[in-house]
């Protein structure tokens, strides 16, 4: 009977593990070996280079402008995402907000329903220097705009995306900390009060600590979601002026399908994979690190 | 005992169901060689057999036309189903990667004419159409011959034409009326006329390049101007170009000129093409670089407003004068169709003259036969616009897809960077290094 019920569970648990072989483990087993040959869908032959590909990443200014890019975004949403959400939100949960909190909460929270498309082409517009609004309130504020094109300037163009990220995406994450706080007993609260600690003393000593675990899983979703950031770039600058505004995803499809440098993108994707990885690795470890304790 | 049957029934659908996406189709029997193409056809008479197509008119006013037609076509030959899958511009270039790459080819695919079509056929991705086009003269001798010469190499034609494109420059006359300017000839007239909307406060050009292709289009036509013949079809060799020939640095220049003179309007970085035509259109500016396949759009927003000059000659240029960029889209038959017969069939449908007045007629897409543009199909101006086409004996693909496409992306996007700082002999020495690197995979 025992033997027979390891079949039955093995037979239920088959389809999972046949595609999650199929369709997981083996691409980036077979991705790896790809990187290691020069080759594209339509180039003459296929070549083994060994590691080229890997050492023309590193050399490649453009790989390493991606990877700046890329940083930008992790700096940029963490602060925001992170830091900013996690005041707006107990903010939105003091007292003097409790009435008014479900409007702000929706306020907030609507951007990030919109998608990705609709948010970078309404942005390219209000960037935009002829159809813009930035421009023109900057003007009414006395400033020269005759050098100023948000997205059009290489200098300008990556912070305006990560800046429209933002804006997207800040209210998802209030969202998160909001019900994290309310799940707060409010006996601590309380007895911190009889102690006389000041708000920021009750935001610094017991929000915060109680929220660890939240603050952990969403440091991990927006620093991996910057990793991966493709659709935001490719709606406003699909990487422009020149290559300024490529980030690794970008840079990588690009590669591989514009470029035909099939085996070069591989190697930009193992890249990617590897950076993913290691976060992944550190989440799994901070959750055991709670167990232990 | 009958849980587990069923269970057993459960695995084994859910695994067929999930293995079944993988399955490549059997092309073993795809290699009808063309001498025994009639009994192909025989034995496929009564035969139900469909072909599926990639097409790259999914927008409205294109869309209803191809569905019509493929009607037609499927009433007039009952035993032929077509299946059309329609692409965006911008997506197919991907699509096409994806696909070849994947090695599940759809029977008849779209493709740009000269070297993007080329790659294919080095590729053995598309068929030999030659024999086809040889029994059916009337066929064959229908089309334009610059555009049916741009899909055949080494005496084989390899995709048919269907829709053609020449690149002019368009203008506004009631704008040159007002500021009492003729269209220029030479490009020192071309300068001066630019100067003087420029004084007037008018934007010269329309130009946006957020998008960074319409840069292909101006230096493409420069180089074409420019560079001497010979030299350039070493150079748009991904085996042997080098462009190393100082005269592209200087065809760049040119370009880079109109930018830093003002010419081309601010923020070009930030503008796309949809804009600055609709900004042309508006009246805001003199002139814009446009082909043939988008008169329509001006003669719906300008009426008789609009007007067209040849691109101006830059004197004693290396180039031939008689070239001008543009080029012809194209259906080409996959090397894993089944059924190349019924494939040509439908092809000759789309292409004989009646088909392709009616293309124009009812979708506005210049089409490429003898004859196939006239009052009847478009407005004036692109009627004479065709005909000033046939003083043009050569046609210069467009840049992007003249040349390997990691050197068009490096001319694209190193452009981009030009238009804001980046001077023509660094733009040069990237693309340089990407035909290098190109050429290493040939040797």
Redesign the interface.
């Known amino acids: 009977m025992e033997s027979r019920n390891k079949k039955?569970v093995f037979?239920?648990l088959?389809?999972a593990i046949?595609?999650s072989v199929?369709f997981l483990y083996l691409p980036i087993i077979i991705n790896l070996f790809e990187s290691f040959y020069?080759w594209?869908?339509?180039?003459?032959?296929k070549?083994f280079v060994g590691l080229d590909n890997y050492v023309r990443m590193f050399k490649d200014k453009v790989f390493l402008v991606a990877v700046k890019n890329n940083l930008l975004f992790v700096i940029g949403s963490v602060t925001c995402q992170i830091g900013i959400s996690l005041i707006i939100a107990s903010v939105l949960e003091a007292k003097f907000m409790r009435k008014t909190q479900r409007f702000f909460q929706t306020v907030y929270f609507i951007p990030s329903l919109l998608m990705a498309t609709v948010v970078g082409i309404t942005f390219?517009m209000i960037?935009?220097?002829?159809?813009g609004i930035v421009n023109p309130m900057l003007k009414s504020l006395g400033v020269d705009t005759s050098h100023i094109?948000?997205?059009?300037?290489?200098s300008s163009a990556t912070l305006s995306i990560v800046g429209m990220s933002q804006w997207q995406y800040i209210g998802y994450t209030v969202i998160l900390f909001l019900v994290a706080i309310q799940n707060i007993s409010e006996d601590l609260y309380e007895a911190a009060s009889i102690d006389g600690a000041s708000p920021l003393k009750k935001f610094l000593y017991i929000t915060l600590p109680q929220l660890k675990d939240t603050i952990l899983i969403n440091t991990i979703i927006t620093v991996t979601g910057s990793i991966r950031e493709y659709d935001e770039v490719f709606v406003t600058?699909?990487?422009?002026?020149?290559?300024?505004t490529e980030t690794l995803a970008t840079y990588l499809y690009?590669a591989?399908?514009?470029?035909?440098?099939?085996g070069y993108a591989s190697a930009i994707a193992f890249f990617i994979f590897i950076i993913t990885f290691l976060i992944g690795l550190l989440q799994m470890r901070s959750y055991h690190m709670e167990d232990n304790n | 005992m009958k849980k587990k049957v069923l269970a057993l029934l459960l695995v084994g659908a859910m695994m067929i169901g999930s293995l079944s996406g993988c399955g490549k189709e059997s092309t073993s029997d795809n290699s009808a060689s063309s001498d025994n193409t009639a009994d192909v056809t025989e034995a496929a008479g009564d035969e139900q057999v469909t072909i599926t197509l990639l097409n790259k008119y999914p927008e409205e006013g294109y869309v209803e036309y191809f569905e019509g037609a493929i009607a037609d076509f499927e009433k007039a030959n009952p035993n032929i189903k077509i299946k059309m899958e329609n692409v965006s511009d911008a997506a197919m270039k991907d699509k096409l990667s994806v696909l070849a790459s994947g090695g599940d080819m759809p029977d008849i695919y779209f493709s740009w004419s000269g070297e993007y079509l080329k790659k294919f056929v080095r590729a053995e991705k598309a068929i030999d159409l030659t024999s086809y086009l040889q029994a059916d003269p009337d066929w064959a001798n229908g089309f334009l011959p610059a555009f049916l010469n741009e899909s055949t190499f080494d005496d084989k034609t390899y995709a048919i034409p269907y829709r053609s494109s020449v690149l002019y420059m368009v203008y506004n006359k009631k704008v040159f009326a007002d500021n009492g300017l003729e269209t220029p000839t030479t490009w020192d007239e071309f300068l001066t006329v630019c100067d003087t909307l420029k004084t007037n406060g008018i934007t010269p050009i329309s130009f946006g390049d957020s998008e960074n292709w319409y840069t292909a289009w101006w230096v493409g036509q420069l180089n074409s101007m420019l560079v001497d013949p010979e030299t350039l079809s070493v150079d748009y060799n991904p085996a042997t170009g080098s462009f190393t020939d100082p005269r592209y640095e200087k065809a760049v220049q040119y370009f880079l000129d109109l930018n830093s003179n003002g010419y081309l309007g601010e923020n070009v970085n930030s503008k796309d093409y949809y804009q600055v035509r609709e900004e042309f259109s508006a009246g805001l500016s003199g002139m814009i670089l446009d082909a043939t396949s988008q008169f329509s759009f001006y003669s719906d927003a300008l009426g008789e407003d609009y007007g067209y000059f040849k691109i101006p000659t830059i004197e004693g240029a290396e180039g031939n004068a008689a070239a001008v960029t543009g080029g012809s889209e194209v259906y080409a038959v996959s090397s894993s169709c089944k059924h190349p017969d019924e494939a040509v069939a439908f092809l000759k449908f789309m292409t004989m003259k009646e088909q392709a007045i009616k293309q124009t007629t009812e979708s506005g897409l210049p089409n490429a036969v003898i004859g196939g543009i006239t009052e009847a199909t478009s407005d004036a101006t692109t009627v004479a616009a065709y005909v000033t086409a046939e003083e043009y004996t050569n046609i210069a693909s467009w840049l992007d897809t003249a040349v390997d496409a990691s050197v068009a992306n490096a001319y694209m996007v190193s452009l981009q960077e030009g238009l804001d700082s980046k001077s023509a002999s660094e733009i040069m020495a990237d693309v340089q290094k990407a035909a290098a690197e190109v050429a290493k995979n040939y040797k």
């Open positions: 039955t037979l239920y088959a389809p046949i595609i199929i020069s594209g869908a339509l180039s003459p032959k070549s390219k960037y935009s220097p002829s159809l094109d948000l997205l059009g300037n290489a600058t699909n990487g422009g002026p020149g290559s300024s690009k591989g399908f514009k470029n035909d440098q099939m």
